[in-house]
């Protein structure tokens, strides 16, 4: 009876590792790399798909910074 516990619980211990680490493979986060150069901005029709674009746009390493600024009726995103 002993013997099963420990083989089960070995088991449950295995379970949890893989399942933290499959979890922290999908987390994204913005490249280490050094800057890039500023590009020229894209403009959005909202504030929130201005910040959904550059949080995703880190997320998958394509920049390392960002920020939404309104420029009359548009939001520009400046990435660097």
């Known amino acids: 009876m002993k013997n099963i516990?420990?083989?089960?619980?070995?088991?449950a211990v295995g379970v949890i590792a893989a399942s933290t680490l499959a979890l922290g493979a999908g987390t994204a986060s913005a490249s280490p790399e050094s800057p890039r150069e500023p590009q020229s901005p894209?403009?959005?029709s909202s504030a929130l798909a201005?910040?959904?674009?550059?949080?995703?746009?880190?997320?998958?390493?394509?920049?390392?910074?960002?920020?939404?600024?309104?420029?009359?009726?548009?939001?520009?995103?400046?990435?660097?």
């Open 5 to 11: 516990r420990r083989v089960l619980a070995g088991s």
């Open 42 to 44: 894209r403009l959005f």
């Open 50 to 80: 201005c910040q959904t674009t550059g949080n995703t746009w880190a997320q998958q390493g394509k920049l390392t910074g960002f920020r939404c600024v309104q420029e009359g009726n548009a939001w520009a995103l400046y990435t660097w």
